[in-house]
Every structure is written in structure tokens, then in C-alpha cells.
């Protein structure tokens, strides 16, 4: 079992974006990005809570929206229960084939959403996905959740949602890799952050030889060391 801490930020009842309706089943789970730049989870879970404070019956639209989790380099935090629905996936399209057939015809009722927050150059932080990765794992030992990972986009179609994965699709392979690692070797061999500690030192050998054979090993030797750590290769 992967220990990790999830920190309970449960928000209020409200029309907007904890309509309080249980799940109608537990079939996966959908990956999203928050597209706020260096927002962390804490801030998502707060904007979740804070879309009850809007008024049905002024001209603004309103916004319905929600996830269970919310995830960024530090922490999980949790906005809604694993019980309940979220409105993560919602569209006025017709969801794609392979995503109602994975979840049903409504795909909220029946999957847990997971918010992973971006820093400010937009991209998802390594310790952000490993985190989002654990979490995974976590909920599928846990509450009993079949190991079905989709991303927003794959889901609804239109929507460009995790978008450092739409743009690099091999992310989100590596990171449903990642996960089944996860399942059945339990953490990875080593820790991403003591990995690139040690790939820092090979960097610094690196710059002081100026031989070729001694280069190539040491760029082999830095990615024995993210392939052990679960990271992609340079
Ligand atoms: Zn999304």
C-alpha cells in the first residue's frame, strides 16, 4: 500500500459544486489540469467552495463545477467525498464512444476527478504527477476502483484537458504506466528528488571532461537513474 497523506478540505452542500448525490458506481477515474498557472491544490478546493456564493437569479452565468481531488507538488487535498459525485466531466456533447463504455452514459455518476495543478510555465511538475500517480493507486486499494484512467479530453473530446498532456501524449501514457508500475511493485526503486540529486553530480562530472566515451556514459548513467526513478529519458 502506498502511504500517503491527503489533506480533507470537504466542501459545503451547494447546487454549484457538491450537489451531495452519491456515486452510482466506481469505474475510474478522469485526469484533469487546472489551467490557473502556479495555483496551488489548496486554491482550486477554495474556488470549488467558493462557486456556492453564486446567485441563480442574476444575469451572470453560472458555473457548475467540482472535483473530488486536487493535487499540486505538495499536497492532495480532497474537496468532495469519494461517495459523491463531482461535475469534473459534464458536456452538452455526446461523450466519446470508448468513454461511455467505460463509464455509462454519464460519466460524473461513476468516476473520481483529479484536478493537478500547473506552475507557472504551465506545466505539470514532476512531483505533481507522482503524487497524482499515488493517489491513483491509492484510491484503486482502497475503494476498490477498477485501474481505468482517462483524461478529460478523452472523455468529452473537445475539451483540451490536461493540456501539457494533449500536447504530449506520451505524458499521460508514462503516467498510466506509472500507475500500474505502482500496483504491482509497490513505490518505484527510488525516489524521483534523491534521483535527480545524484543526476545533478553527473551533470557537474560531465562538464569538467571533455571525453566523449566518459560523456556518453555518464548521460547513460543519469538515465539509468530516471528510468529507476519512474521519469522519462533525456
Ligand atoms: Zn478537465
Redesign the pocket.
Known amino acids: 500500500m502506498i502511504p500517503i497523506k491527503i489533506i480533507q478540505d470537504i466542501i459545503d452542500i451547494n447546487q454549484f459544486s457538491r450537489d451531495g448525490k452519491k456515486l452510482k458506481a466506481k469505474k475510474g477515474f478522469?485526469?484533469?489540469?487546472t489551467?490557473t498557472k502556479g495555483a496551488p491544490a489548496q486554491n482550486i478546493s477554495q474556488y470549488f467552495r467558493n462557486l456556492k456564493l453564486q446567485d441563480p437569479n442574476d444575469k451572470v452565468a453560472d458555473r457548475y463545477a467540482g472535483a473530488q481531488y486536487n493535487v499540486d507538488r505538495f499536497k492532495i487535498v480532497q474537496s468532495i467525498p469519494n461517495d459523491e459525485r463531482a461535475y469534473?466531466?459534464g458536456s452538452s456533447q455526446p461523450y466519446l464512444p470508448d468513454a461511455i463504455k467505460a463509464f455509462g452514459t454519464y460519466p460524473n455518476d461513476t468516476t473520481i476527478?483529479i484536478?493537478m495543478c500547473i506552475e507557472l510555465d504551465g506545466s505539470i511538475h514532476e512531483d505533481t504527477f507522482q503524487n497524482a500517480a499515488d493517489l491513483v493507486v491509492h484510491l484503486i486499494q482502497t475503494e476498490n476502483i477498477p485501474n481505468t484512467i482517462f483524461?478529460?479530453?478523452g472523455v468529452v473530446g473537445w475539451?483540451d484537458?490536461?493540456l501539457p498532456w494533449i500536447k504530449k501524449t506520451s505524458e499521460f501514457e508514462r503516467f498510466k504506466k506509472l500507475v500500474k508500475e505502482k500496483l504491482e511493485g509497490g513505490k518505484p526503486k527510488m525516489d524521483p528528488k534523491d534521483a535527480n540529486k545524484v543526476i545533478e553530480f553527473l551533470k557537474a562530472a560531465y562538464g569538467v571532461t571533455t571525453d566523449k566515451e566518459a560523456q556518453a556514459e555518464i548521460k547513460r548513467l543519469a538515465n539509468e537513474l530516471r528510468k529507476a526513478s519512474g521519469q522519462p529519458i533525456q
Open positions: 478522469v485526469m484533469h489540469y489551467a469534473h466531466c476527478g484536478e483524461t478529460h479530453k475539451k484537458c490536461p
